[in-house]
């Protein structure tokens, strides 16, 4: 029936061509706003307002839907020190565009650290175990996303992956194509937003950022002092054929000291929405804000005040929220050097 099966082939070939096409009106396919996805960034990533500024370009692109159809929609580096927001930007996105921040398909390249872990990408060769299979560590329904909503993939921790593994990506960057060693299925990306992370040249950043803060020369030096030390650090690491594929690199400044007000405040309201499960609003006191603001370990970047919730709020929290189980505000305050919590 070689007739039915051209006609039935030409009709998907149709319909695939009226699904991803923008009515003559320019109305975009994509049904997220930009506005609100870059205000919702806004207020959870502090002092990267260059990096947010790159990312509101990108989408303002991809809700006009004028990007080349034979590659993925978008492939970015973020490249800057551990706690900076790197991967955060990414999950605020999925939760900005998908409704959940983990509707994003994340592969941790650290745990791809041998050359032989290429097949947990490109599934095993044939004649091995599983080759008929086609197992992967990717998750397609995240990867091809649907025709209002963009898949978002991220590798995170690129530096660690082997350099096999790293070169296994160069067709899904450049093509948005991945066919799995068995030859029996291929990965659309091109319907994908691509993140990748690292922390290559992150030391010497840090360094040149306390340089910087010292004020014994400009901003604008520094700044291409950094450019120069992260583009000098990637490619020691990458192969130039990898770094060209990719659309930007964009490197996240270390997190300031000044900052440690915003990242409290983003904590504590991260707090304060679980605590609405338990029908239950946290304030700070005064002097409970000025202890747990005090200076951040520049090496640990917004996860340090993370952790200081954790340990040194949550505790005194529970218990308080334990002894009176009917009270539904509470304070956290110092009181003889200790930080407590009250009901109120």
Known sequence: MPFINEQLMTNKEVADRQRWSVDPGRQSRFLFDPADVMARLRARIVGQAHVLDSIDNMLQVLK?????????????????????????TVRLLAEAIHGSADAVCRIDMSTLA???????????????????????????????????????????ELEKASPEVVRALLNVLERGRLRLSAGNREIDFRNSLIFMTSNVGAAQVSRLSRQQQRRWWSWGNARQQIHDVVDQALHQRFDPEFLNRIDNIITFNPLAKDLSEQLLDIELDRLNRRLQKRKALLSLGEGARRHLCRPLDARFGAREMARRVRNELSPPLARVMLDYPKADTFEARME?????????
């Open 114 to 156: 041998q050359e032989h872990y290429a097949a947990s990408l490109t599934g095993a060769p044939p004649g091995y175990v599983g080759s008929k299979e086609g197992q992967t560590l990717f998750d397609v329904d995240a990867i091809t996303g649907s025709f209002s909503k963009p898949g978002i993939v991220l590798f995170d």
């Open 336 to 344: 003889g050097g200790a930080l407590i919590v009250i009901p109120v």
């Open 64 to 88: 006009a839907d004028i990007g080349a159809a034979d590659r993925p929609l978008t492939v970015q580096l973020f490249v800057g020190p551990t706690g900076v927001g790197k991967t955060e």
